[in-house]
T-cell receptor, first 114, second 109 residues
Framework: ETGVTQSPTHLIKTRGQQVTLRCSSQSGHNTVSWYQQALGQGPQFIFQ???????GRGNFPPRFSGLQFPNYSSELNVNALELDDSALYLC?????????????FGEGSRLTVL | GQQVMQIPQYQHVQEGEDFTRYCNSS?????TQWYKQRPGGHPVFLIQ???SGEVKKQKRLTFQFGEAKKNSSLHITATQTTDVGTYFC?????????WGAGTKLIIKP
């Protein structure tokens, strides 16, 4: 049990729709990072939020956006969904921003785009 | 771009055999982490290595960071069924954590 919760756990969308995924970080953690994990692949870094500001971004287009709230919970928004966006989306919380150590992952949100 | 390579993606071993997996980076890393993901689960942190040549042990697991801080290894002694899962290395470079594709450890029946 990592203390990181994600919602929803599963969802199905159609191409072109928009989706919002939510993450509550572990108590005391000020950093949240989001990852996309396709089946059989390693997690791909989307972006990271530290104290409500994005402070790192992977190779994902602008239609992937996010927010971090004052309580350090976070949202991942994906606009104009494409079939290739089908994946497990993982949220990880930690302390210390970009120099952070151990990541604590939630169970993930499995998105299927039809 | 920066890459962290883990090959092969699958390894079958007999229960009781040793298992070793290597992780290679195209760039020098500030640190490297190892995670384990069980089927249907999420990655769980195992260890972080920071110093050149560092070796850390956790019971039957031994982790090593290369002298050049470009590669690392995971060695499991006498594998057990509880070791089944996918092992990922993740290297930190330019403040970003870059993940390998993982190696799935499968115990032969």
């Amino acid at each position: 049990e990592t203390g990181v919760t994600q919602s929803p756990t599963h969802l199905i969308k159609t191409r072109g729709q928009q989706v919002t995924l939510r993450c509550s970080s572990q108590s005391g953690h000020n950093t949240v990072s989001w990852y996309q994990q396709a089946l059989g692949q390693g997690p791909q870094f989307i972006f990271q939020y530290y104290r409500e500001e994005e402070n790192g971004r992977g190779n994902f287009p602008p239609r992937f956006s996010g927010l971090q709230f004052p309580n350090y919970s976070s949202e991942l928004n994906v606009n104009a969904l494409e079939l290739d966006d089908s994946a497990l989306y993982l949220c990880a919380s930690s302390r210390g921003g970009l120099t952070t150590g151990e990541l604590f992952f939630g169970e993930g949100s499995r998105l299927t785009v039809l | 771009g920066q890459q962290v390579m883990q090959i092969p993606q699958y390894q079958h071993v007999q229960e009781g055999e040793d298992f070793t997996r290597y992780c290679n980076s195209s760039t020098t890393l500030s640190n490297t982490q190892w995670y384990k993901q069980r089927p249907g689960g999420h990655p769980v942190f195992l260890i972080q290595l920071v110093k050149s040549g560092e070796v850390k042990k956790q019971k039957r697991l031994t982790f090593q960071f290369g002298e050049a801080k470009k590669n690392s290894s995971l060695h499991i002694t006498a594998t057990q069924t509880t070791d089944v899962g996918t092992y990922f290395c993740a290297g930190r470079s330019n403040y970003q954590l870059i993940w390998g594709a993982g190696t799935k450890l499968i115990i032969k029946p």
